[in-house]
């Protein structure tokens, strides 16, 4: 099963994106804020980052650096998350060379297809 962590400064969005992708069939775990993400993701072992790329103090772009540097874009796939309107969103996701972004906005079938379409699950 693919592991999937949110990083976002808002819990409930959080854990309503915990509920909503484990209903999906991921497992997928809260961390809230930037700090300790590094950390929270070597706990996991997760696949892809759900990241918000506006959090305060340290901002998306900066901890995409970090993410990148400390394990690569390769092994761990990011997806930025945001209340941004697409369209900026989708040019700072191919600026900072993530695997995609979408809008906290769009219903929640819409996010399982940006996150499936970016981590397809594995056969079993």
Do not use: Y
């Amino acid at each position: 099963m693919r592991r999937i962590l949110i990083i976002d400064d808002d819990a409930n969005f959080g854990a309503n994106a915990v509920r909503m992708l484990e209903g999906a069939g991921f497992t997928a775990r809260f961390h809230r804020g930037p700090f300790g993400s590094l950390q929270a993701i070597r706990e996991t072992v997760c696949d892809l980052v759900l990241l918000d790329v506006n959090m305060p103090k340290l901002d998306g772009p900066l901890l995409v650096r970090m993410i990148r540097d400390a394990f690569g874009l390769g092994r761990i796939k990011v997806l930025l998350c945001s209340n941004m309107e697409p369209a900026p969103l989708e040019r700072l996701a191919k600026a900072m060379g993530v695997h995609g972004a979408v809008t906290k906005s769009v219903p929640q079938a819409e996010m399982i297809d940006q996150v499936r379409a970016v981590l397809p699950q594995s056969p079993n």
